[in-house]
């Protein structure tokens, strides 16, 4: 596990099952606490006991199976309310807050604002401090990666990058799998003269080789780095052979695809 301090909220990681992350927040001034996409119970509720902590929230990105997979089991260990977003067809289990974009999530003297972030699902959110400088992006965004269609549109996860990409550079991206280094072998494969990239890879290989996590990964590395926030970089669209007029949504639906049958060599 790795504790990140960022002023007043302590924000820990959990890695459970084979690639998974979730995540503890804890208020420091009044030590309410939440949990972020809990796949399963028992890792939490360990490092609950192991800090003294009394869980209060749990905030669910997303309705995928290892993202709430403990919500029921924790609501009934702890009494903690449940915040997602409400649909009749991505129901959230034992949901008791439903939000929507710009909604407030208020964690003591800590505040997260709700995005509104659809494409790898149709309703997906994700949960921004900007006085922490994190955001909990769930699958919508990875570390030289992005989530899949399961559900959702190409137009609206391209959409959802580039609110996430706007964000400021400084931000902190905690998304919830280990998936940076065959996210980064299909990076290079389509834009192999970007030197950050060559840079970063051989920093995420050393770092996997010693079982080390290659999240949280800063938003102004993801922007010089990740293929799916460089939809109007020049060297990429030479790379794919596709003209500079090309829109950025169509480029965007093109790299999507490759990523899907890409093969690790």
Known sequence: MNAMTPSSLDIIQIPVLRDNYVYLLHDQATGSTAVVDPAVKEPVLSVLSERGLRLNFIL???YHGDHVGANVALKA???????????????????????LEGDL???????LKVLEVPG????????????????????????LGCGRLLGGSALALFQSLKKLKDLPPETDVYCAHEY???NGAFALSVDPSNEALKIRMKSVIEARRHDLPTVPSRLSLECATNPFLRTDDLLIRAS??????????????????????????
């Open 60 to 62: 669910n990105t997303h």
């Open 77 to 99: 260990a702890t009494g903690c309310l449940i915040i997602g977003k409400a649909a009749a067809d991505e129901t959230i289990p034992g949901l008791d807050r439903a939000v």
């Open 105 to 111: 999530v208020t964690l003591g003297a800590s505040t």
């Open 120 to 143: 790898h699902t149709r309703h997906h959110i994700a949960f921004w401090s900007e006085a922490h400088a994190a955001v909990f992006v769930g699958d919508t965004l990875f570390a």
């Open 180 to 182: 940076t280094q065959s």
């Open 240 to 265: 794919l052979g596709v003209r500079d007029e090309v829109p950025e949504e169509d480029i965007f639906s093109l790299l999507r695809g490759m990523k899907d049958t890409f093969q690790l060599v």
